[in-house]
């Protein structure tokens, strides 16, 4: 099938899985076009997939202290799993990976920022800038759209979705980290937060000849 839109990628995936035998994935040049896309997202979509390439997340200058500090935190808070298989002992995750990426130390501090909530930042930012610029182009309206994104409330019925969940696949050199939020709005009347919409963020982190890539993916909840 010839690709005739120049934001979209597509990739094939079994016929079994899907109705359709492949999905639409837009490439980064996606959100640099439209600058409501997540509006997109949020009013008429159920899933979203972007794919970043190069991300520049400037590793560097960080020192190795600061990055295992974030991941060790996140760890507590997470359900981190090597190789698809959960573990349960958070003592026993920093030296498995120790042990499998000694060969590399530059490479098993990137596996670290990138199982830390630190590497989720981008497309955070990129989502608080589209709500922000959507808010600005309505200040002259009577209702105004002042959307934040913010954690799952006390409040839900599946406790699981407010965990987010590492998943570091050793050989492939690729970390998975599913997040779930919503977007909220506070109600002026009873000064609280209404939820607008659930989602989970999937993102599957690569690193090819030390260049981060990342598969994005948005989904309804």
């Not at 990426?101 to 199982?115: A, P, V």
């Not at 589209?130 to 009577?142: I, T, W």
């Not at 759209?145 to 590492?166: T, V």
Request: charged residues 30%; proline residues 1%; contains cysteine.
């Amino acid at each position: 099938m010839k690709n005739t839109n120049p934001f979209h990628d597509f990739i094939i995936i079994n016929k079994s899985d899907l109705i359709e035998p492949f999905i639409y994935v837009n490439k980064e040049s996606y959100i640099e076009h439209n600058k409501k896309w997540f509006l997109d997202f949020l009013n008429n979509s159920r899933s979203l997939y972007i794919n970043f390439k190069n991300i520049n997340f400037n590793i560097e200058e960080y020192s190795y202290k600061s990055i295992k500090n974030q991941f060790e935190l996140d760890v507590k808070r997470s359900d981190f799993y090597i190789n698809s298989k959960k573990i349960s002992e958070n003592k026993l995750i920093l030296p498995k990976l120790q042990k499998h990426f000694n060969y590399d130390f530059e490479l098993y501090q990137t596996i670290l920022f990138l199982s830390s909530q630190t590497s989720l930042a981008f497309i955070l930012i990129k989502i608080h800038m589209c709500l922000l610029e959507d808010e600005l182009n309505n200040k002259d309206s009577v209702e105004k759209n002042r959307y934040y994104i913010a954690e799952l409330g006390d409040k839900i019925k599946n406790k699981q979705n407010k965990k987010m969940s590492i998943n570091v696949l050793l050989n492939s050199e690729s970390v998975i980290i599913d997040k779930c939020l919503r977007i909220a709005k506070y109600d002026d009347s009873h000064e609280n937060m209404l939820t607008i919409e659930k989602f989970k963020l999937t993102f599957y982190f690569t690193i090819q000849n030390k260049k981060i890539n990342c598969l994005l993916s948005f989904k309804k909840i």
